[in-house]
Every structure is written in structure tokens, then in C-alpha cells.
């Protein structure tokens, strides 16, 4: 039986906009006692080869965002990702918004400013971002109350964000049979994946949950939505009550034998500046830089 707490929970309406080349999805929630919306998770297309920008992922979500007459007042980070490219700036440019992350960005900031050598005149300080969220703040996106969980453990900044009977969990879960997402990134942890994980188990059983990507296991098609009694009753990685000791051991076997994503160079040298693309240089061009391993 359903707690009263649990029926009267605000249901916010969520479209989903699935990125085929990354395996990202994007969200628009949206508030049903106004037109107040937030994005979730934007992606900005590249040809890494080409070293080409476009902007069809985004311009869908702004085409539905205006056609259904919305307003945009929030454009989520759930974390600084590595395998996609945030659309944030050119989303904020077409319909304003504030742009939002968890305040460990500046961790991921000084980790990766060290890695691509941005200099000390970067301040590192997360003020790219027009909003740095701690566990247990709130926003709103319209007449809604939405809370921010930090959900460490594949990245520092991982923040879910809970909003009536919906939770956004970017990469802290996958569907129940993708099971979790890698714990190896600089500043990841799987215990405290482990840990995170838990947190959102701990939500109502009939809470939705929403993954930032989907595989298809299994040559199943996308899929991107599931509860947390799913979850709890049949995720591959943590389901069943599967212990700290067995994921943290099964976690770390398996992150040793991943490549890194195709786009972790490009992703993250934008993303960690809230998807901002470095300025032009004097040729007017707009480089991105590639570490090379030490020779
Ligand atoms: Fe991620």
C-alpha cells in the first residue's frame, strides 16, 4: 500500500530526446501547473574527425521547448560528462535559463585544468556556472520543488535531482540490466557509487527514475526509464541486496578492461567549463587540445 506522502507526489511531465551517436539522453521536465520547464543533460553534436560543431541534438529540444510554448527557466548538468558535449551555452543563448551543476565541479576543475594545462589564471572556482548545487538544495522550476542529491562515485559532482515522483540520476545508475556506470575516472569511487546508489533505492519504490544513457544490452531496444523497485529487484550491478564489498570488487575488475569513451578528450576540457567552447585564437579558429602521454 502507497503512503498518502507518495500519492500526492507532483508527477512532472518528461520528454526524452535520445542522442543515437552518444547513447545520451536529454530531458525537458515539465512543471503541469505552468509552462515553467527545465532541460536535462543537453548535447551538443561533434564530428571529433572532422572537428565539426552542430546543433541538431539541441535544436530539437529548443524546437519542442517553443512549439509548446515553454519556458525555460533551468539547464541541468547532472555531472561534467566524458562521453558527450554539453549544448548548455547555445540552449541558454536561444531561450535563457540558468545553467546548473553540483558545486564538486571545481574538484573535476582542478583535476582536468591540471591535465590540459589551463594556467592559474583560471580561476577554477565553478563560476562558469550560474548555479552550484549542494546536497539537499532546492529549485524550482516553476510551481515544482526540485531537491539535489549528491550521488558521488562516478564522478565528484554527480548530483540526482528529485522532483515529485521523478528522479534524474545521470550516470549513478543504468537500466536494470546495464546494471552501473564506470567508477575509474579521476575522483571516482566505486564505494561511494555504492553508497549513492543507495540513496536512491532509499527513494519511494514507485519513484521514476531517469538514466542519461542507455546501451540496449543484449541488442534490446533504448530504453531510458524504470522505478526504484525495478532497480532494487533486478539491477545487475546492486539489485537483490548485493553487498558494498561484492559491487566495489566486481566494479573495479571491470572499469581495468574499459577503453576510455571516444569523446572523453573533447568532452571534458568543454564540459568542466559548463560547455563552454574555447574562444577563438588569432587565426579565429576555435582549437581543442589533446594531452599527449609523456615521451
Ligand atoms: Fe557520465
Known amino acids: 500500500m502507497r503512503d498518502h506522502a507518495t500519492e500526492s507526489r507532483v508527477k512532472p511531465e518528461v520528454e526524452a530526446f535520445f542522442d543515437e551517436d552518444t547513447n545520451t539522453i536529454s530531458y ?16 551538443l553534436d561533434i564530428d571529433y574527425a572532422a572537428g565539426r560543431i552542430t546543433y541538431d541534438h539541441a535544436n530539437r529540444m529548443i524546437d519542442y521547448i517553443r512549439s509548446n510554448d515553454l519556458k525555460l527557466e ?3 548538468e547532472t555531472h561534467a560528462h566524458a562521453d558527450h558535449l554539453s ?4 540552449i541558454q543563448q536561444e531561450l535563457g535559463g540558468k545553467i546548473g551543476i553540483g558545486e ?4 573535476v576543475q582542478e583535476v582536468f585544468g591540471k591535465i590540459f594545462n589551463e594556467g592559474t589564471e583560471w580561476k577554477r572556482d565553478g563560476s562558469e556556472f550560474d548555479a552550484l548545487f549542494k546536497d539537499g538544495d532546492t529549485y524550482r522550476i516553476g510551481s515544482m520543488e526540485v531537491t539535489t542529491l549528491h550521488t558521488p562515485g562516478h564522478t565528484p559532482a554527480c548530483m540526482t535531482h528529485v522532483v515529485g515522483d521523478a528522479a534524474f540520476v545521470g550516470d549513478t545508475l543504468f537500466m536494470p540490466d ?14 561511494q557509487l555504492y553508497d549513492s546508489i543507495q540513496r536512491i533505492l532509499a ?5 521514476r527514475l ?14 531510458w526509464e524504470t522505478t526504484v523497485a525495478e532497480e532494487k529487484e533486478h539491477n545487475i550491478h546492486v539489485g537483490k541486496g548485493k553487498t558494498r564489498e561484492e559491487f566495489i570488487r566486481f566494479r573495479t575488475e571491470r572499469d581495468a578492461q574499459l577503453a576510455m569513451p571516444r569523446l572523453i578528450i573533447p568532452s571534458i576540457q568543454v564540459n568542466m567549463k559548463a560547455g563552454k567552447l574555447p574562444e ?5 579558429t576555435r582549437m581543442l587540445k589533446v594531452p599527449l602521454n609523456k615521451l
Open 28 to 43: 525537458v521536465v515539465k512543471d503541469p501547473e505552468s509552462n515553467a520547464c527545465a532541460v536535462i543533460d543537453s548535447v
Open 74 to 76: 533551468w539547464i541541468i
Open 87 to 90: 549544448a548548455a551555452p547555445y
Open 104 to 107: 564538486n565541479i571545481k574538484i
Open 178 to 191: 546495464g546494471g552501473s556506470a564506470r567508477a575509474d575516472f579521476p575522483g571516482g569511487d566505486a564505494g
Open 203 to 207: 527513494l519511494p519504490d514507485d519513484t
Open 210 to 223: 531517469f538514466m542519461c544513457h542507455d546501451y540496449g544490452p543484449n541488442g534490446r531496444d533504448i530504453q
Open 280 to 284: 577563438p585564437d588569432d587565426s579565429g
